[in-house]
């Protein structure tokens, strides 16, 4: 027996002895009951869809799915590829880029890109158009840095009543990272935008199985050549500092920031100047809202076609509290500290609340880190159940335009623009 | 006159091959036959405001079309573009609203499917996936 060997041995009786003397101890100190086998407890599947009421849970109730470049995330479907982030990868400010959220709209999505091959192409109304490889774009123009949230415009569609078709998202269809990436205004520059020109088009490498010049062949949208989001817009080739995972847009994707994510094209590869307006079916017919306050409407009106729509733009003022998040029990008289973000597409949050009461009374949060104005921020309070029972939380946040969460509901056909005051139970048991 | 002819098929390749460089190796749209859901989220436990914590383990799912006369053409036709998880993923609809998915594919989308086809498909969600008649 070597010395090792020995040595190890002796580890292992002290060990063994330790186990048994802690295991007794704890025992005479306990009792038996705490220690014992409980009942199991009864578990069943989440149910595989929700309705005709709304989604009652936080996310959209999909199996767990493993994605290439991706963590398990909640699938939404499967070809083309949807998939929502779970609640937790909302603890902090920056959205890991495996858990990041994924919407496309066609099937035909890359698998492979060469980059020996792939140009990013500026071309239309002109006066040089260009094809730009990676490293042009990394060399040759000075990187930006920005945060910003991308949410899906249908993020929260499974809130609404009566419910409506398409992605039946949770809160998951949203994340944020910072972006790094070369400006979109200087490309534009230097291909020189001919004077007439009325928007900018942007195409990415995403194609579908329908007929040329409908929506399900190419998926394109647009942007005003005058709308002032185009200066804040970075081609971005870096994603909280990592190259994009391929479904989320390697090798580039805009960056349209305080803008809802139908903008941010993925793997962009053609910027086309238009000089008439863009009439295909994704600005024409979808991605609209009505134009009304909050977009909202209802379905008679919307039957009667008496709702006139304008295309989607800016995220309304959100906040959540994503911990705890009512999967497990808080000991009465525990003090803890509620965890949550806010964002807003009209610029800073500069004041999150949280109620107890069902809105009656509202206590401030700390607002964490500034990250920018599109950025998430975090928030915290501290919080103390004071009783056992069942407590709700609600929080709601304000914007530096003095945007405030309402606490009515929204309605429109194409699911958009939810932005409800959030509440969550919080079920809190005895401590002895 | 031969020039000219010469020139444009000369540019006429030129525009070809920077087309073929562009796409030279841009692979797309592979997908693969998977099991559903190896790693499915569980339902809350049912949680009392007592003196037991208890956690769940993650049970699996499995999302497929309810048999049905019909089910065979959605599988068909309205698998081209989208997989049939586009039908169960969403809430119980009005049977008009059914309808008008449908035609949406035809008509916005140009799915371009047989009008016979077409009804025999609506009439197969309007007999499983709504609010009166879809089971779990």
Known sequence: MSVADRSFSRRGIFKALGVMTGGITLGRWLGSSAVAAQEPVQTKAIETFTGPSANPHWNSVGPYVAEPQKVPLILLTDRPVQLETPRHYFRTAFTPNEAFYVRWHLEGIPNTVDLKDWKLQIEGNVNNPLALSLPELMQKFKPVSLAAVNQCSGNSRSRLQPRVPGGQWGNGAMGNAMWTGVRLRELLEVAGVKSGSLQVQFQGLETGQGPKGLGSNLFLKSLDVGNPVLDECIVAYLMNGEPLPMLNGFPVRLVVPGYFATYWTKSLTWIRVLNSPDENFWMKTAYRIPDTPRGNTNPEDMKAGRVKTVPIERLPVRSFLIWPDGTSKIPAGMNIRLQGIAFSGFGRVNRVEVSEDGGKTWLPAELGEDHGPYSFRTWGMSWTAKSQGRHTLAVRATDEKGSVQPDEPVWNAGGYLWNMIERQEIVVGKAS | ?136
Request: contains cysteine; glycine residues 6%.
């Open chain 2, 1 to 136: 006159m031969k020039k000219r002819v010469l020139a444009i098929f000369l540019v006429m390749c030129g525009l070809m091959m920077v087309v073929a460089v562009v796409f030279a190796d841009l692979k797309k749209g592979y997908y693969r036959p998977a099991e559903l859901g190896s790693l499915r989220q569980t339902a809350l436990i049912e949680l009392s405001p007592d003196s037991k914590y208890q956690v769940s383990a993650y049970p699996v799912p499995g999302a497929d079309l309810v048999p049905g006369d019909g089910r065979q053409e959605v599988q068909t036709y309205c698998n081209t573009c989208h997989s049939p998880i586009y039908v169960t993923m969403q809430p119980p609809l009005p049977a008009a609203t059914w309808e008008a998915e449908v035609n949406k594919m035809n008509k916005a989308y140009g799915a371009a499917i047989p009008e016979d086809t077409t009804q025999k498909i609506v009439r197969y969600l309007q007999a499983h996936y709504t609010v009166e008649n879809r089971t779990p």
